[in-house]
């Protein structure tokens, strides 16, 4: 079983910058494909951003060119650098991983951007 846990989130105001976390634990070979997804409220779970194993990125088009998405295979960690932030960032902020199909959520963590 894997463990997830993000952190780095908070409240920032519009145009600023943050860096989430995520540590995955437990027993597993490779971190697999990692991502980072997010729910605004009354919103779907949405991908923002995700790595494979082979270090191929996939970033959504609405945070393209402000989000980057990067990997510490030695700390079984990614990150995710959020740049230019806008209030419609503001959400919970998953971290995801899947390998063969298993797939294993985080608890999420908070980002709020203020106007």
């Known amino acids: 079983q894997v463990q997830l846990v993000e952190s780095g989130g908070g409240l920032v105001q519009a145009g600023g910058s943050l860096r989430l976390s995520c540590v995955a634990s437990?027993?597993?070979?490779?971190?697999?494909?990692m991502g980072w997804y997010r729910q605004a409220p009354g919103k779907q779970r949405e991908l923002v951003a995700s790595?494979?194993?082979?270090?191929?990125?996939n970033i959504a088009g609405s945070v393209k060119g402000r989000f980057t998405i990067s990997r510490d295979i030695a700390k079984n960690s990614v990150y995710l650098q959020m740049n230019s932030l806008k209030p419609e960032d503001t959400a919970v902020y998953y971290c995801?991983?899947?390998?063969?199909?298993?797939?294993?959520w985080g608890r999420g963590t908070q980002v709020t951007v203020s106007s």
């Open positions: 995801n991983r899947d390998s063969l199909g298993i797939v294993s």
């Open positions: 437990g027993s597993f070979f490779s971190l697999g494909t």
């Open positions: 790595i494979t194993r082979g270090g191929k990125e």
